[in-house]
């Protein structure tokens, strides 16, 4: 991946997107359906954060090797590529969760038809869909953060972040993992 090329960013900004819009498009599907879409878009995930995941560690490694030719827009790029990494990570956790509402809808066919199933099916289905379209916006955020990379990539100078406050970014507590609230608890 050249970082220190717009339109190289602007292409993985446009995959991010295409992500965002097939996970949030596939939120309403039935789950049949769901489980082959999700097994898709984890794999298309995975491999967007194994991009992301190589493309900074070569340039720390080409900064090590060769300090020289690090210039700033490669810094630049880098750093997109790099703030890029912490929405799509957790957009990958969210369809890691959507795997476990999906398995809880499979659970919960196993059950007698009754109503308090019915509500547990219908309570984890929305939870599904609501993991879903969070992931998407995860998605969405990662692809305004490279499509920002590649808009600033060639401007001017600015005033550089300090050393605290790029730690500051990188360093963040990940929100907490949600509350296993949305799977069945039905009696049997």
Not at 165 to 170: D, F
């Amino acid at each position: 991946m050249d970082l220190d090329n717009p339109a190289h960013l602007r292409i993985l900004a446009t995959r991010l997107r295409d992500r965002a819009r097939a996970v949030a498009a596939a939120a309403p599907a039935p789950a049949g359906y769901l489980q082959n879409r999700i097994g898709d878009e984890t794999s298309n995930l995975a491999e967007l954060l194994d991009d992301l995941t190589y493309a900074v560690t070569w340039q720390l490694d080409e900064t090590a090797r060769h300090p020289h030719q690090h210039t700033p827009e490669l810094r630049r790029g880098t750093a997109a590529a790099a703030h890029a990494a912490i929405p799509v990570g957790l957009a990958l956790a969210g369809l890691g969760q959507a795997v476990a509402q999906l398995g809880a809808l499979h659970t919960l066919d196993a059950y007698e038809p009754t109503d308090e199933q019915q509500a547990a099916v219908q309570h984890t289905r929305q939870c599904l869909e609501k993991t879903l379209h969070a992931a998407s916006a995860q998605l969405a955020t990662a692809a305004q953060h490279m499509s920002q990379g590649a808009d600033h990539l060639h401007a001017p100078p600015r005033r550089p972040l300090s050393s605290s406050e790029v730690a500051a970014y990188a360093t963040a507590t990940l929100p907490p993992a949600p509350p296993p609230s949305c799977g069945p608890n039905p009696t049997r």
